[in-house]
Nanobody, 121 residues
């Protein structure tokens, strides 16, 4: 099991950049592949990106490939989401998640509480 806490959300102007962080508890962080999701008001939660246990392999939803970058630092028990060229429609609550055995990036096992990202016009 793992507990996840997101941070780094806030207000940013359109065209700007923001880096989200997700800190995990314990020394077992490297046992989990990790994912990022987001959910805007009135919309379904959507998959953004995923990263393997080692960080060697990454996966992106087509809509965000080229703007968002997922990475991890297992020594710091942290996964990141670098967001560039932000748009007002990127406004949402962003969640990190850990993938258990038998799951995949889009079907994680453990969820963080989320962090709000607001992109102004």
């Amino acid at each position: 099991q793992v507990q996840l806490v997101e941070s780094g959300g806030g207000l940013v102007q359109a065209g700007g950049s923001l880096r989200l962080s997700c800190a995990a508890s314990g020394h077992t962080f490297s046992s989990y592949a990790m994912s990022w999701f987001r959910q805007a008001p009135g919309k379904e939660r959507e998959y953004v990106a995923g990263i393997s246990r080692s960080g060697f392999s990454t996966n992106y939803a087509d809509s965000w490939k080229g703007r968002f970058t997922i990475s991890r630092d297992n020594a710091k028990n942290t996964v990141y989401l670098q967001m560039n060229s932000l748009k007002p429609e990127d406004t949402a609550v962003y969640y990190c998640a850990a993938v258990g055995p038998g799951g995949d990036y889009a079907n994680p096992t453990f969820w963080g509480q989320g962090t709000q990202v607001t992109v102004s016009s």
